[in-house]
């Protein structure tokens, strides 16, 4: 069974239900500090701040007052930074990989946020030099693998929840893309599977519009995180947080569980 | 893939949605219609007239004066004639086997209902018997499979299915109880391949806390008939109907339909 993590007083996993995570998805400054100002109004859990979006990634300082004027707005919210590298879904950037490790780094000593997404297909050596970073900036680490294409065998996506976990992350994430209805059951399954044998609490989503069906309620399987749209979607089949706070709401009911879901809930109490 | 099966212009599988049918378990003439008219105010699809919960049921007089009541207030509402057997979930009943295929008889034979609920855990004869009396009455026969303790496996509920196929029902059901959340993707999974295999359509319901979640998500694996509450529950699990319709309008959405869910839609349009 996995461990509480805790992020400003958020416990991610081991709650009674998922924490919902909105992504930033502007261009600039203006524009993300804007759609921050708008997400906040849904009563996100977390923030994701989708860094490939932003068009500066290359000027480190504009990234760093970004994240600092984000830390200021958002409160108690806690603030993902993630760069979702091309091949892995997110924006083509100008950065090379070596200015991606470092600009994780830099923004990790610069304490503006809470937790970063960093692929598990990248070099371990990377991957070590940031599990100290974020270690020793009391940064969580979420070690990811997407797959946009399909929805690779049960073995296969275990396999990377427990090489994400041997790698010291905090949270395990998979995002594959279902082609068949037999692909979210396959991924809920193994969704269970990992709750119940790994030590670190796991993200686990299908995209798409079959995969919808797993940001509604994957949680029941296990899944600590779902991501919602609350301005901008940032994947395929995220739902708008409204929707969802309904379904977590009426399936939380329908589990017998007795707290209701609102914005305003502490999880897991 | 199953036939689409009509009744009163309702199509039943092969809709966009699944047909919301919601129990009467009132133990007389009097409270049945009164819980009748409540539960029309909140737009179900079906009603399933549970008679095991009719104190006076051995006066077949009354019964079937009952039944012609519901159809006439009904209107175009179908209205399925149940008797839940004690050993399959239902309310201990004073009929012998031989009095309750009588009754479900009479009953086709006046046109009052639209379809019936056989258990298929009864002798073969008499399911033959009832389904040659429904053909002739045009009533429709779900043969059905209930399980109180615990899930089979998936074999052993796909037999279920496939036998009621062989038996000549219209629609199969079966409804488990899970013991843990695997059973319930267990029969998620299987309902797909119900669904991809057999000539007729399904039914499947997990129940209890575990099992409220096939009610809500069951149609999109191919569960054509889902049970709601309206006034009263007559399974464990069972949701309200409003939540039911807000869950599946939502999930709609998600997998990119574009109809959206009320209780004026005609269903497989």
């Known amino acids: 069974m ?13 709650g009674k239900l998922p924490l ?8 600039n400054q203006a524009l993300v500090l804007d759609e921050l100002t708008g997400v906040l109004g849904k009563g996100p859990d977390l923030v994701e701040w989708r860094v490939d979006f932003f068009e500066h990634i290359t000027n480190v300082q504009e990234v760093m007052q970004t994240a600092v004027s984000i830390r200021q707005t958002a409160g108690d919210i806690p603030v993902l930074f993630t760069i979702r590298s091309a091949k892995e879904g997110g924006q083509p950037i100008a ?21 970063i997404d960093f692929e ?13 970073i974020t270690s020793e900036n009391a940064v969580k680490l979420i070690l990811s693998y997407h797959n946009f294409e399909f929805t690779p065998g049960p073995e296969s996506i275990s ?7 041997r790698l010291g992350a905090d949270i395990a994430k998979a995002a594959v893309m279902p082609k068949k209805l037999e692909d979210v059951l396959t991924l809920l399954s193994l969704t269970l599977e990992a709750r119940d044998q790994l030590q670190i609490p796991v993200i686990s989503i299908a995209m798409g519009e079959y995969g919808s069906l797993t ?21 395929p089949g995220q739902v708008p947080i409204e929707d969802l706070k309904t379904v977590l709401a009426v399936t939380q009911k329908g589990l017998g569980q007795s707290a209701c879901y609102s914005s305003k809930q502490s999880h897991g109490n």
Chains 1, 2 share one sequence.
């Not at 509480?4 to 081991?14: D, L, M, P, T």
């Not at 991501?227 to 940032?234: L, Q, T, Y």
């Open 2 to 14: 996995a461990i509480n993590i805790e992020v400003r007083g958020k416990i991610i996993a081991g």
């Open 20 to 27: 919902i995570c909105a992504p930033l998805t502007g261009k």
């Open 95 to 115: 950065l090379s990989e070596k200015q991606v490790v470092d600009l994780y780094a830099a923004v990790c000593r610069s304490k503006s946020i809470d937790l």
């Open 120 to 132: 598990l297909s990248n070099p371990r050596e990377q991957i070590h030099n940031l599990r100290k």
């Open 159 to 165: 396999l990377k929840f427990r090489e994400a976990e």
């Open 215 to 235: 940001r509604m309620f994957g949680w029941v399987f296990g899944s600590v995180v779902t991501f919602a749209v609350a301005e901008n979607s940032s994947a």
